[in-house]
């Protein structure tokens, strides 16, 4: 059976392509391969090498009057854009390959319309009497298939985890069923840690520096109010074996036809990673060691982890250790600076280990961002001032997310999870306020003073743009720069927010 799977082009205002790992259509890929299929991969948001500009959705028409022709060190986003082909060139490419079976693969509710607008091009652009089944899974139909089983064009969504699906179904079957009455298959359970395959992908290829990413484990006990991630992997947690971490890691080096004098930076995109510390330093050990074993140097190899790290779980042991290993970077999760909110989302908040954890790089030199959450429920203009200034006290870059849906979490869920909007609208960058709290223009200003706030820490960016940061101070307001690097004022803004952050700005 000629099989052709694809993670369809996204559209949104900013993607960093050579982090579109893809790591759930290579598992699929990888699944499908051990059973002795053959698969072809099209990772569409990584074809051609520019996004291309294009026409904001309706729905994200809220955003109009905060979107100025701006750039610079305090801009909001301002170009909607498409990674990868059209829903028509996609289609094409993959009518052209002749297949027996489509597989989509959507890691994120958030890019659903672009999921439903490549099945519909598919079937538009078929043969009269081609029989081409299209059967999506992944994440973002997990949370909530019906919004899929209602698009006649896709034939078959699957529900759940690959290795479980894969392995109460054949290929065979699900061509069959996709081609009969059945809309909706759900996993009946979550896979066993031996069904995960460990996989490598390499996102980014420069002349010296390869970038890679993986994934240790699945599923997440601890409960965080705003995440989803339980909803496609339980709340059990399941790791894959060191030791075939530590063979994938081997065979991955060997395919990847690297340099002797190539450095490699591996993102581990787990964000719960020191729940098992001694899982967590065996791993470590062993990639190390294979790196070694090949004859290349221990310096060339570092470790991230984009997702962020439970600070509360580290200690100044680990972090030294962790150093040593080849940390050159700390992502830090703290979804609120706030305590009540904190732990209204089920976290932890203790700020004097984080102060400690970063003082103590900032002394190394070692570079850290710490994340947090705009626009949780219970969260105020107040609670997001507090959360900014507590940050700008800190040596840290500080990385904000503005608080997006998914079906599911507590508040959206039942019939209507989310109150008759897309799909689409889940994307952090469309700045909703799906809780109520912040409104668009309130997260928006925190978005931009969060990135005053890092322009201020980062010494020669500020005194390069001196001019604009003085404006902002003495008017107490938000400016810009045009396109043309004229200093503009942000006609939309939250004014007592910016007051509120620029009066408590501790470090200046
Ligand atoms: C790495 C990662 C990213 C990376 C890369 C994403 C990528 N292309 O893989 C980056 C940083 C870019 C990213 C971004 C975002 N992410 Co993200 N991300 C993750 C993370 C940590 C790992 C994803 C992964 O690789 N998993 C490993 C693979 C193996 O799992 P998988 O993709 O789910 O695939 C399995 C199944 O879903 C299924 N499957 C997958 N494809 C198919 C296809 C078929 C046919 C079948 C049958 C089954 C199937 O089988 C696979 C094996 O079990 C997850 C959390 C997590 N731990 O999974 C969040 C997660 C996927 N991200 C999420 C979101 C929402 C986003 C954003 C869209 C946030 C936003 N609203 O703006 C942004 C996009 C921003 C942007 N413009 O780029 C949510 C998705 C929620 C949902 N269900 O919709 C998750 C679950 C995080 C969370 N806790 O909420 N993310
Ligand atoms: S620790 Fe991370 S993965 Fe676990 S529930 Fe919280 S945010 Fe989700």
Redesign the pocket.
């Known amino acids: 059976m000629r099989v052709v799977l694809v993670q369809p082009s996204l559209e949104?205002f900013?993607?960093?392509p050579h982090?579109?790992?893809?790591?759930?259509?290579f598992?699929?890929k990888a699944l499908l391969e051990k059973q002795g299929h053959s698969v072809e991969l099209i990772n569409f948001p990584l074809m051609g090498k520019k996004p291309r500009k294009t026409a904001l959705p309706d729905y994200a028409s809220h955003l109009t009057p905060y979107l100025l022709e701006e750039k610079g060190p305090v801009s909001y986003f301002t170009d909607w854009c498409r990674w990868g082909p059209d829903p028509n060139a996609s289609a094409r490419i993959i009518l052209d390959k002749s297949p027996d079976l489509v597989?989509?693969?959507l890691?994120?509710?958030?890019?659903g319309e672009e999921a439903l607008a490549l099945g519909r091009a598919i079937k538009e652009l078929s043969r009269p009497g081609q029989i081409l089944p299209i059967?999506?899974?992944?994440?973002?139909v997990?949370?909530r298939p019906e919004y899929f089983t209602a698009e006649p064009s896709l034939d078959l969504i699957?529900a759940g985890?690959?290795?479980v699906?894969f392995s109460d179904y054949t290929l065979e079957d699900i061509r069959a069923l996709a081609l009969g009455p059945t809309r909706l298959i759900r996993g009946e359970r979550y896979?066993e840690a031996g069904e995960m395959i460990p996989l490598f992908s390499s996102t980014s290829r420069g002349r010296n520096h390869v970038q890679v990413?993986t994934?240790l484990s699945r599923g997440c006990p601890r409960g965080c109010r705003f995440?989803?991630?339980h909803?496609?992997?339980g709340k059990r947690m399941r790791r894959i074996e060191p030791a075939q971490v530590e063979e994938a890691f081997c065979r991955f080096l060997r395919q990847a036809e690297l340099d002797r004098n190539n450095k490699l930076t591996l993102d581990l995109?787990?964000?719960n990673l020191l729940m098992n510390k001694n899982y967590f330093r065996d791993v470590l050990e062993r990639l190390n060691r294979v790196w070694c074993d090949e004859g290349r140097n221990g310096e060339d190899l570092f470790f991230t982890a984009?997702?962020g790290m439970d600070y509360e779980l580290l200690d100044r042991d680990l972090l030294v250790e962790l150093c040593r290993k080849g940390f050159r970077q700390f992502n830090f999760s703290l979804a609120s600076a706030n305590p009540q909110l904190a732990e209204r989302e089920n976290r932890f908040y203790r700020p004097d280990a984080l102060a400690e954890h970063l003082a103590f790089l900032k002394e190394k030199e070692i570079p850290s961002v710490t994340y947090f959450i705009s626009g949780l429920a219970g969260d105020s203009r107040v609670s997001t001032a507090e959360a900014l200034s507590f940050l700008a006290s800190l040596p840290t870059t500080l990385g904000i997310s503005l608080f997006?849906a998914?079906p599911g979490l507590p508040g959206f869920d039942g019939h209507d999870p989310l109150g008759g909007n897309p799909a689409g609208m889940?994307?952090?960058?469309l700045a909703y306020p799906w809780n109520g709290t912040l409104s668009t223009e309130s997260l928006i200003t925190a978005f931009r003073l969060s990135r005053l706030i890092n322009l201020l820490k980062d010494r020669s960016q500020a005194a390069f743009h001196e001019d604009l940061i003085a404006s902002i101070f003495r008017d107490n307001r938000l400016y810009t720069y045009d396109r043309h690097k004229k200093k503009i004022p942000v006609v939309h803004q939250d004014g007592d927010l910016v007051k509120d952050v620029l009066n408590s700005i501790t470090f200046r």
């Open positions: 949104d900013y993607a960093t982090r579109l790992s893809a790591l759930g259509g598992s699929i597989l989509v693969s890691f994120a509710y958030a890019y059967v999506v899974g992944g994440a973002g997990t949370v699957l985890e690959g290795e699906l896979c990413a994934l995440c989803s991630n909803l496609t992997q995109e787990d964000d984009e997702n997006y998914v889940c994307r952090g960058s």
